[in-house]
């Protein structure tokens, strides 16, 4: 991104008065398949906005918030399944909220402009795990730069395990 150019996404921590519309969110079906029962991812994103190994946020687009995106370090969650990426590597997840936002390339812009701010700040892999059957989230998440690595099995089932390095 240009130095002049100001970032067109505003990454903020998630808020107790944003559950509502990330329980919307959450039901949307877009959502809905790829992540947990409702209730339950809630109750996640409640305990992880007090955790050290994951960081909830919002990703807000013009001052609307557009959709959840979490930060984790694998390294940091004990028996975390991504503990063999090297030291500096953090993990994301990101579901875009709005279903006529989908497929407009929000997706992998938001990622590319969070990867590189993590990069600045001294990440040096970044990982994501989209379903193997996800395939849009796959292409956003190529457009944005990340690699195939391997297929890993998480506690939500198989993973497509992708990686983007620090350039």
């Not at 991812?41 to 305990?47: C, D, K, M, T, V």
């Not at 503990?83 to 936002?101: A, E, M, N, V």
């Not at 892999?125 to 989230?137: G, K, L, T, Y």
């Amino acid at each position: 991104m240009p130095l002049d150019q100001a970032p067109r996404y505003h990454f903020r921590d998630v808020r107790r008065e944003d559950f509502p519309l990330l329980g919307r969110w959450l039901a949307e079906p877009h959502v809905a398949k790829w992540w947990g029962e409702s209730a339950e991812e809630l109750a996640g994103i409640e305990e992880a906005m007090t955790s050290v190994e994951t960081r909830p946020l919002i990703v807000e687009l013009d001052g609307m918030p557009i959709a959840y995106l979490q930060c984790y370090d694998p390294h940091l969650e004990e028996d975390h399944p991504y503990q063999d990426q090297p030291p500096g590597t953090l993990g994301i997840d990101i579901s875009i909220g709005d279903p006529d936002l989908t497929g407009r390339g929000h997706g992998s812009a938001i990622i590319r402009q969070f990867c590189a701010e993590l990069f600045a700040t001294g990440a040096a892999r970044i990982v994501i795990d989209p379903d193997p059957e996800n395939a849009q989230a796959i292409r956003a998440y190529e457009k944005a730069g990340f690699r195939f690595l391997d297929t890993r099995h998480s506690i939500y089932g198989p993973a497509h395990f992708m990686v983007l390095d620090k350039a």
